[in-house]
């Protein structure tokens, strides 16, 4: 399907407006598509609903694509992303003419008599097309975990065989398929979707935890910090325990190692952060690799820091290994960092800026948002800059 002339020109005039009232049409459709449609409440994050960051980037998306809509090509790796979160809630084809309807009457709803029948007819057949491209590349994503050795489409039933402490908010759950079978292997770096209903919830939850060990085919392990706020994660430290079973989707996601190439790898991580930087490191170490291996990471203190002493072990067995750490605020009792305060790339740049190194990095927004800038104000080819956030994207 092609966009006609008129329809290309009509959505990027528009652009501009959908940019000043984005989110004010951000909010009405969610408000409205829940309404008319609740069931799709066990799919949305109602968290990311209340702080507004689902509508602002739901915004930022639609404007992304009007203002782009003549060069799609520039949001590939837009899409990818997207579809992968969409593959791991579980997003299907009959739910885009839901999404299509509430958005476009949220945008005639806002603008008023500015959308005009040209205006409708063009954004249809705009929205027509972005629906096309994101069910053709989920179903892609679909059938890969599909046909993958011991992958599945949808959700699988798995139990908790482990639930670890790692630190005073860090704990570890371990999960193996309930049939007995073997797991898909991954990428280092993805993340699984879990599927749960707190008995304080209306609703199904669905949140994405980024696997945090190498794969082995046998089970997964992510890495969940308690949040004041967290109702999920309040639910997985208080109320889910060994021999539960809960449902999860494959392994998803865009960011992850280049487990093909040789150039040196520098890990950055802020608190728990760290869960896709250890599936890296983890993986790397197992497979013997002899590249240089760079673990820089922050924690407020060493009673939040998990797995220091696993990855101090790595670090002391492994010549090609070097782990960094900084403490926002050590007590008296730390040990083991390298400095106190907030993270100072400067401090480091000696040790990380390797040649041809690649970056890959995760924590609070703030801090990655300090990390991007460092890296690219030391010159570093944004090709070798890698990033994962947590939650609605945001670019850093």
């Known amino acids: 399907m092609s966009l006609s002339a008129q329809t290309i020109s009509i959505v990027k005039s528009t652009a501009p407006v959908l940019a000043q009232h984005g989110e004010e049409i951000t909010q ?44 799609l090509g520039v949001l590939t790796a837009a899409v990818q992303r997207i579809a992968h979160k969409h593959a791991s ?52 994503i679909y059938r890969e975990n599909e046909n993958s050795q011991g992958g599945w489409r949808g959700t699988r039933d798995f139990k908790v065989v482990g639930k670890v402490l790692e630190s005073e908010l860090i704990t570890s759950f371990y999960f193996e398929p309930a049939d007995g079978g073997t797991v898909a292997d991954f990428i280092p770096g993805q993340y699984i979707g879990i599927y749960l209903q707190p008995a304080d919830s ?10 945090s060990d190498a794969p082995n085919g ?59 930087m250890l599936s890296m490191l983890n993986s790397l170490v ?20 998990a797995f220091g002493e696993h990855v101090s072990e790595i670090a002391a067995k492994h010549d090609n290994v070097e782990q ?15 400095f106190s305060g907030l993270t100072d790339l400067n401090a480091v740049r000696k040790q990380i800026e390797l040649p041809d190194a690649h970056y890959y990095f995760c ?7 300090m990390i991007s800038e460092t890296l690219k104000g030391w010159g570093v080819p944004v090709e070798n800059i890698h990033f994962e956030v947590f939650g609605p994207h945001k670019e850093i």
Not at 202 to 211: A, D, F
Not at 330 to 337: A, K, L, N, R
């Open 28 to 71: 009405h459709f969610y408000q409205q598509m829940f309404k008319e449609n609740p069931e799709l409440l066990d799919i949305f994050n109602a968290a990311n609903q209340k702080t507004g960051r689902q509508q602002a980037a739901l915004a930022n998306a639609v404007y992304a694509y009007a203002a782009n809509i003549d060069n």
């Open 89 to 140: 809630f579980n997003i299907l084809p009959e739910h885009y003419p839901i999404v299509g309807k509430h958005l476009l009457g949220a945008v005639a709803h806002v603008l008023g008599d500015a959308v005009t029948d040209d205006v409708v007819k063009a954004w249809t057949e705009a929205y027509g097309l972005l629906a096309d491209i994101f069910i053709e590349v989920e179903e892609g």
């Open 202 to 211: 209306e609703n199904r939850c669905i949140r994405q935890y980024s696997l």
């Open 218 to 276: 046998k089970q997964y392990r992510i890495s969940v910090k308690r949040e004041d706020n967290g109702q999920i994660s309040n639910h997985l430290h208080d109320s889910v325990q060994v021999g539960d079973t809960l449902q999860l989707s494959p392994p998803s996601g865009d960011f992850f190692l280049d487990t093909r190439a040789e150039s040196p790898v520098v890990l950055l991580s802020g608190g728990v952060g760290q869960t896709p």
């Open 286 to 305: 197992a497979n013997n690799s002899q590249r240089e291996i760079r673990y820089v990471h922050s924690a407020v203190n060493g009673k939040v820091h």
């Open 324 to 338: 960094v750490l900084f403490y926002d605020q050590p007590t008296d009792t730390c040990s083991g960092h390298q």
């Open 363 to 369: 924590g609070p927004l703030g801090y990655m948002s």
